[in-house]
């Protein structure tokens, strides 16, 4: 079976993929030791690479949703986001995205 694009195109596909298992995970009531095991797994590090060097497509939005919805829901995500400059990346997002 032949795929349509190359490995760019693949890890697009697999990185939204991704992203939005991610948000699946913070629309349930997830327990503190899954976001202890987000944190030690670097989910919060890897998916704010997305949003700094995806693009502009929807792979970086729905990676923005996911790390907001995290910070939102475990405050030991939010501090993570916060060591690692993630909240001035989505506020900067926040600030190009059309009104």
Request: glycine residues 10%; proline residues 4%.
């Amino acid at each position: 079976m032949k795929r349509d694009g190359g490995p760019s195109t693949w890890l697009a596909m697999a990185s939204g993929n991704l992203v939005k298992i991610a948000i699946n995970l913070t629309q349930a009531d997830v327990p503190a030791a899954e976001c202890a095991g987000l944190l030690a797994q670097h989910a919060i590090d890897r998916t704010l690479d997305l949003v700094k060097y995806s693009g502009t497509g929807q792979v970086r939005n729905n990676a923005a949703v996911a790390l907001a919805r995290m910070a939102q829901r475990h405050p030991g995500c939010k501090d993570r986001l916060r060591e690692t400059g993630g909240t001035k990346v989505l506020l900067q997002l926040h600030r190009e995205l059309p009104s």
